[in-house]
């Protein structure tokens, strides 16, 4: 009868670490997805903006036009300090 309890009481411990291991590889599953999300929209941001240069400076005549004229300021692009 003490194998019984003993068999049930180790069976009841290795389900519950399997259900705190399946919910805790839930949530990390979850919070990859959330920063890869952010990652692609700031990824995406970027190409847009290479782009818009790219396009910007096909369209310049560099030996019509002086340098001054052909840097288009970009309000989404933030400058960070270096540390």
Known sequence: MANYYFI?????????ILLVFRHKNKKIKQAHSIKTAGLDMALSLHKTQLQFRQKSLNRYDF????LEEALVVQ???KMHQPY
Request: charged share 10%; no cysteine.
């Open 8 to 16: 049930a009481g180790l069976l009841l411990i290795v389900l519950s």
């Open 63 to 66: 030996l019509r036009y002086n």
């Open 75 to 77: 309000p989404e692009i």
